[in-house]
């Protein structure tokens, strides 16, 4: 069956430190994963696919198919950081083709 | 500018009303879903249509039903509101193919009370 886990409901760290937010998936096919952020008041909206090999706002993320895990780095927090991160699969197939999202890791960066 | 448009951005109603949350989105994209998010911020699909008159259930049972009679408009409704269906609703449009970027409109919190 398809999941998408994020093991971590919160995530608190300090302002400058390293933080990773934990991603792993179960999909059968060649997976498409994704990384979606919900800052306080606004809108959910894409932070990065990992199609695109890019850095936003500083996160990285790499795509690791032995490990079925699709893990957000960055390497210095910042407080404008904090903000709720779900991560999503596109599941292909039949007439259920869609986005599935984890159950999303709330990330709380200290002063 | 195009967007994604969700009317009202919060609600509170009785039990037993009958409420239709609005969602329209000037995108020209063929896809739209409907979320649930519970309080602890979890995001469940509960709808979703790939153009005029095709309407499909998500992964998340719900009592809600919607409609796509237009492209650009894709209203969720509950017949009669319970306490149950307390949550924060999102809709949100794509282009066709599962890995498109979804478009996500501000949400309505419905509280029924």
């Known amino acids: 069956a398809q999941r998408v886990t994020q093991p971590e409901k919160l995530l608190s760290v300090f302002k400058g430190a390293p933080v990773e937010l934990k991603c792993n998936y179960s999909?059968?096919?060649?997976?498409?994963l994704f990384w979606y952020v919900q800052y306080s008041r606004q809108r959910l909206q894409l932070l990065l696919r990992h199609i695109s090999r890019e850095s936003i706002k500083g996160f990285t993320a790499d795509l690791n198919k032995g490990e079925t895990s699709f893990h957000l780095k960055k390497p210095f927090a910042q407080e404008e950081d904090s903000a709720m991160y779900y991560c999503?699969?596109?599941?292909?197939?039949?007439?259920?083709?869609?986005?599935?999202f984890g159950k999303g890791t709330k990330l709380s960066v200290k002063p | 500018e195009a967007d994604i448009y969700q009317t009202p951005r919060y609600l509170v109603i009785g039990t037993g009303k009958k409420i239709t949350l609005e969602c329209s989105q000037t995108m020209g994209h063929d896809k739209m879903y409907w979320y649930q998010q519970d309080p602890g911020m979890e995001l469940h699909l509960i709808h979703y249509s790939y153009g005029v008159n095709s309407t499909e259930k998500g992964d998340l049972s719900s009592e809600s039903t919607v409609s796509r009679i237009r492209t650009e408009h894709f209203p969720l409704t509950l017949e009669s509101a319970r306490p149950s269906h307390t949550s924060q609703y999102l809709c949100?449009?794509?282009?066709?193919?599962?890995?498109?970027?979804?478009?996500f409109g501000q949400g309505t919190r419905l509280t029924v009370v």
């Open positions: 999503a699969l596109a599941v292909y197939g039949g007439s259920q083709g869609n986005l599935i």
């Open positions: 999909y059968s096919g060649s997976p498409e």
């Open positions: 949100a449009s794509s282009e066709l193919w599962p890995g498109a970027e979804a478009f």
